[in-house]
């Protein structure tokens, strides 16, 4: 028993092993209707689909970026405050040596 299957229950879902599709002899050779091929679509939504994927990954790079330059900005602004407190306390310790010099030379 050889049955062909019907559009909503195929004989195979493999569509290689399909019969190929002809076109129906009431529709005329030279229709109306183009060929169209659609390579170039398949082909852009395939690229869309890729970079569609792939925009997490982006904005996860973004995001680590931001997080870097955030970090490096902070480790700069720590060292500078670090380095305006060690400046004031040389100052201090400078004008306390001279006090006790001109004490020295004072007496």
């Known amino acids: 028993m050889n049955l062909s299957g019907t559009i909503d229950r195929p004989s195979t879902h493999d ?4 019969a190929p599709m002809t076109s129906s002899t009431r529709e005329p050779s030279g229709s109306a209707t183009p060929v169209v091929s659609t390579m170039g ?12 994927q792939l925009i997490p990954e ?11 330059r955030e970090a490096t900005e902070e480790r ?3 060292r500078l405050v670090a380095a305006r407190r060690m400046q004031r306390r040389a100052e201090r ?12 030379v004072m007496q």
Do not use: D, G, I
């Open 76 to 78: 700069r602004a720590v």
């Open 93 to 104: 310790v400078s004008m306390r040596a001279r006090r006790a010099l001109a004490m020295a």
């Open 41 to 52: 679509a398949n082909a852009s939504r395939q690229n869309r689909t890729r970079e569609m």
């Open 15 to 18: 569509p290689q092993k399909q």
């Open 58 to 68: 982006a904005l996860a790079r973004a995001h680590m970026n931001q997080r870097v």
